[in-house]
Antibody, heavy 120, light 107 residues
Framework: QVQLQESGPGLVKPSQTLSLACTVSGGSFSSGDYYWSWIRQPPGKGLEWIGYTYYSGSTYYNPSLKSRVTISVDASRAQFSLNLTSVTAADTAVYFC????????????WGQGALVTVSS | DIQLTQSPSSLSASVGDRVTITCRASETLSSYLNWYQQKLGRAPKLLIYAASKLQSGVPARFSGSGYGTDFTLTISSLQPEDFATYYCQQSFSTPWTFGLGTKVEIK
């Protein structure tokens, strides 16, 4: 059974960098059949896709966040990470990591989510 | 970016009711439209992919239809565990986008 688990600080100061990691268990991380995404949800609001990485390290980011986002991969640890720089209160959200099948394209496994609050 | 407009934004229904939620895209998606259910404090759960294909393990009372720009999620007989928020999501072109959600509440 595939499982994803987010980890990282729950509180980040304004202007600093938000960093989260997602650890994947269940053996599918290095399969070429999947993309690995970050998605966020501000409290009481809808879902916003942040970007994805492939196990090889190639990435694609949402243009709305591209200037501040980096997603990286550590395939040896079956882990991928999110860095979001220069955060403001608007970046306060639950951050989900999720697996997306390559064909067809849908998010079939999600982590439980990690609430990150941006506040001084 | 492709915009997805869901309607209604919320609805009240009773157990046993037939419920229909629509999702309209700002440009054609072919069949690249997925539906998710999210309960409070939980991650979204995939219900329907490719507009009409039922994800494994999802009850058959859920169904999806549509092509191009207009899509529908139907719950044939609403059950107590179905009270949740439902989101459509397009996978036709990046950036992937979601609708704003439809909250299904108990009447």
């Amino acid at each position: 059974q595939v499982q994803l688990q987010e980890s990282g600080p729950g509180l980040v100061k304004p202007s600093q960098t938000l960093s989260l990691a997602c650890t994947v268990s269940g053996g599918s991380f290095s399969s070429g059949d999947y993309y690995w995404s970050w998605i966020r949800q501000p409290p009481g609001k809808g879902l916003e896709w942040i970007g994805y990485t492939y196990y090889s390290g190639s990435t694609y980011y949402n243009p709305s966040l591209k200037s501040r986002v980096t997603i990286s991969v550590d395939a040896s640890r079956a882990q991928f990470s999110l860095n979001l720089t220069s955060v403001t209160a608007a970046d306060t959200a639950v951050y989900f990591c999720a697996r997306q099948t390559a064909t067809p394209l849908y998010f079939d496994y999600w982590g439980q989510g990690a609430l990150v609050t941006v506040s001084s | 970016d492709i915009q997805l407009t869901q309607s209604p934004s919320s609805l009240s229904a009773s157990v046993g009711d037939r419920v229909t939620i629509t999702c309209r895209a700002s440009e054609t998606l072919s069949s690249y439209l997925n539906w998710y259910q999210q309960k409070l404090g939980r991650a979204p759960k995939l219900l329907i992919y490719a507009a009409s294909k039922l994800q494994s393990g999802v009850p058959a009372r859920f169904s999806g239809s549509g092509y191009g720009t207009d899509f529908t999620l139907t719950i044939s007989s609403l059950q107590p565990e179905d009270f949740a928020t439902y989101y459509c999501q397009q996978s036709f072109s990046t950036p992937w986008t979601f609708g704003l959600g439809t909250k299904v509440e108990i009447k």
